[in-house]
């Protein structure tokens, strides 16, 4: 049923704290819930929080078990700025459109930040600005145009000139834009806090259990596994993350290869703020710093998803990220202590695609694919509980696969 990827390799930076365990069962029989959801990472953990918050039976499943997915692999710079800016997704679109997606991001943040405060969950949380740096796929020029088409749609946005960035931050570049409201967190301590919260209400996790096959019905959905038991739920909730099911249509999307490094703990050489950064680039750089003070950087993307050549390339794009990062910061010691490589998922206009697939609407899917994955699966909560609730949310539309 769905494709098999080697997702990451490498060792994340997020293998040195310590996360809560999540327990699982062994599927050994035929069960029956109100929604099924396929995938354990944080998609998978937002919605089942969710969904068992609404009173709704859960069932979770996934072929390797909680948090060993992609989950691990992220950077997890938390923002609602999308990859794609909002002056070229308003041309690709519409502004009202591009507008609120930008809005609804926005706001997903924001949620996000006060569902983990009410959870009381502790993933190390920080709120965190964040800095969007000139490149070459937006100039200072259209650097300014970007930070007034964001205030114009109701998002706070400060254009920074060379000297100002440099003066404020100690980053010598042509400009930047600053913004507020982002959040910086250890994604793994998260996924596993949601995952025990919708445990506490009685939903059940069973694996290593693969998906086989799925039997669509009028009144149901039945899900065959690889050791024998079905699952039959009233909704499906496909969360597999970049392993694609066949039931999910081919969207404008793809998955690519990219890398990160993580660097030994130094708290007095982080940048005023600890402000996230990343740039107007093709393929873009992207950094922020932990707790402890190391330093995560990401980038280098590459278009194919060959996974052992793609493991091959660690060691040289390792040197190549901590390269950049000492042009960008020279006083940071860049000698990565973490390394590590994973598939990542893109879309042609940066959005998520969410909702319920056409012509099933039992079966719903989260693709948060783009640099905001966090962001789009707290979206992607909000859109299916509310759809399996019976209730559209305002902006289902604006995320569906119909869209797409």
């Given at each position: 049923?769905?494709?098999?990827?080697?997702?990451?390799?490498?060792?994340?930076?997020?293998?040195?704290?310590?996360?809560?365990?999540?327990?699982?069962?062994?599927?050994?029989?035929?069960?029956?819930?109100?929604?099924?959801?396929?995938?354990?990472?944080?998609s998978g953990a937002m919605a089942a929080e969710t969904l068992t918050a609404a009173g709704r039976s859960v069932i979770c499943i996934d072929r390797r078990g909680p948090l060993q997915g992609s989950t691990a692999a992220t950077t997890a710079l938390v923002q609602f700025e999308l990859d794609q800016p909002l002056t070229k997704l308003s041309a690709m679109v519409g502004k009202a459109d591009a507008g609120q997606a930008w809005r609804r991001s926005r706001l997903a943040v924001s949620n996000l930040s006060g569902r983990i405060a009410e959870l009381g969950?502790?993933?190390?949380?920080?709120?965190?600005?964040?800095?969007?740096?000139?490149?070459?796929?937006?100039?200072?020029?259209?650097?300014?145009?970007?930070?007034?088409?964001r205030r114009q749609v109701g998002i706070g946005a400060s254009y920074l000139t060379r000297k100002a960035l440099t003066d404020s931050f100690g980053i010598d570049r042509a400009g930047a834009i600053l913004s507020h409201g982002n959040l910086a967190l250890d994604p793994r301590k998260l996924t596993a806090g949601l995952l025990l919260k919708a445990l506490q209400r009685k939903a059940r996790f069973y694996a290593p259990v693969q998906a086989t096959a799925i039997e669509d019905r009028s009144d149901q959905v039945v899900v065959a596994t690889s050791g024998g038991p079905t699952i039959t739920a009233r909704h499906l909730v496909l969360a597999t993350g970049y392993e694609l099911t066949d039931a999910i249509p081919k969207t404008a999307h793809s998955v690519v290869s990219t890398w990160a490094i993580a660097t030994a703990p130094q708290p007095k050489n982080i940048w005023p703020g600890s402000v996230l950064i990343w740039e107007a680039s093709e393929p873009y750089l992207y950094l922020r710093a932990t707790e402890d003070g190391r330093v995560i950087c990401g980038g280098e993307d590459e278009d194919f998803t060959d996974e052992a050549r793609r493991d091959e390339l660690i060691a040289d794009k390792a040197k190549?990220?901590?390269?950049?990062?000492?042009?960008?910061?020279?006083?940071?010691?860049?000698?990565?202590?973490?390394?590590?490589?994973?598939?990542?998922?893109?879309?042609?206009t940066g959005m998520p695609c969410i909702g319920a697939l056409p012509r099933?609407?039992?079966?719903?899917?989260?693709?948060?694919?783009?640099?905001?994955?966090?962001?789009?699966?707290?979206?992607?909560?909000?859109?299916?509980?509310?759809?399996?609730?019976?209730?559209e949310d305002a902006d289902a539309k604006l995320f569906s696969f119909s869209r797409s």
């Open positions: 049923m769905a494709r098999k990827l080697d997702l990451r390799s490498g060792r994340p930076v997020w293998f040195a704290y310590r996360a809560p365990s999540v327990p699982t069962e062994r599927l050994t029989r035929d069960v029956k819930t109100d929604v099924l959801i396929v995938g354990m990472g944080i969950i502790d993933c190390n949380l920080t709120p965190s600005s964040a800095l969007y740096l000139a490149g070459d796929v937006l100039d200072p020029s259209a650097l300014r145009d970007e930070a007034e088409a190549r990220l901590a390269k950049k990062l000492h042009r960008l910061l020279p006083r940071l010691d860049v000698r990565p202590e973490f390394a590590w490589t994973g598939s990542f998922g893109t879309t042609s099933h609407p039992r079966i719903h899917a989260v693709m948060g694919y783009g640099g905001n994955g966090i962001t789009f699966s707290q979206i992607a909560s909000e859109i299916v509980a509310s759809a399996i609730g019976g209730v």
